[in-house]
Nanobody, 118 residues
């Protein structure tokens, strides 16, 4: 499956932005849907995930500010980001894990830049 991300590229601190990740096929059978980010000078890190039937997991640094959700009818995963901080600046990636011929397979989006200015 191919993933295409979109969303605002820049926002002021304290503002909000939403990332969308549209899959080329159905996501209804996805094992994991997740958002990662890579901030300047750091490795890619997990931000938020939806596991299996709907349990959500958030990194400590976004708890209470970010929300991950899914719309299976639109084959889309969202990341709503509120109260953004300059340290949230980075490239955001979506990932979907699905079984392909019985083997879990990762699919990644191309990444989209988010810049939060103070």
């Amino acid at each position: 499956v191919q993933l295409v991300e979109s969303g605002r590229g820049s926002v002021q601190a304290g503002g909000s932005a939403r990332r969308s990740c549209v899959a080329s096929g159905s996501i209804s059978s996805a094992i994991v849907m997740a958002w990662y980010r890579q901030t300047p000078g750091n490795q890619r890190e997990s931000v938020a995930s939806i596991i299996g039937g709907g349990n959500t997991i958030y990194a400590d640094f976004v708890k209470g500010r970010f929300t991950i959700s899914r719309a299976d009818d639109k084959n889309t995963v969202y990341l709503q980001m509120n109260n953004l901080r300059p340290e949230d600046t980075g490239v955001y990636y979506c990932k979907i894990v699905q079984f392909v011929i019985g083997v879990p397979r990762d699919s990644w989006g191309q990444g989209t830049q988010l810049t939060v200015s103070s």
